[in-house]
């Protein structure tokens, strides 16, 4: 089993930048995939960026050119590095983790908000 947990939401104006960190426990030999995905009101959760454990990347076009992923594994953590906010970003951002040879996230964090103001 893994556990992930987010940290790093809040309110922030629009063009700013915010840092979002993901701190997983547990059996993390087994994860081969770990990102984000944010769930805006009265929208379906959507992926924003993950990172492989090759260390390949997949992200909306939406952050394109915005939106940073990285990871530090002797933390066992995962960032999210957001800058040039829109209001459009403004969701619930998940962490999520896959485990084991399947296509779906095995592992969700509570979710932290991330507000961004116009």
């Known amino acids: 089993q893994v556990h992930v947990v987010e940290s790093g939401g809040g309110l922030v104006q629009a063009g700013g930048s915010l840092r979002l960190s993901c701190a997983a426990s547990?059996?993390?030999?087994?994860?081969?995939?770990m990102g984000w995905y944010r769930q805006a009101p009265a929208k379906q959760r959507e992926l924003v960026e993950v990172?492989?454990?090759?260390?390949?990347?997949n992200y909306a076009d939406s952050v394109k050119g915005r939106f940073t992923i990285s990871r530090d594994d002797a933390k066992n953590t995962v960032y999210l590095q957001m800058n040039n906010l829109k209001p459009e970003d403004t969701a619930v951002y998940y962490c999520?983790?896959?485990?084991?040879?399947?296509?779906?996230?095995?592992?969700w964090g509570q979710g932290t908000q991330v507000t961004v103001s116009s």
């Open positions: 999520a983790a896959r485990r084991g040879v399947v296509a779906h996230i095995t592992d």
């Open positions: 990172i492989i454990s090759g260390g390949s990347t």
């Open positions: 547990g059996n993390m030999f087994s994860i081969n995939l």
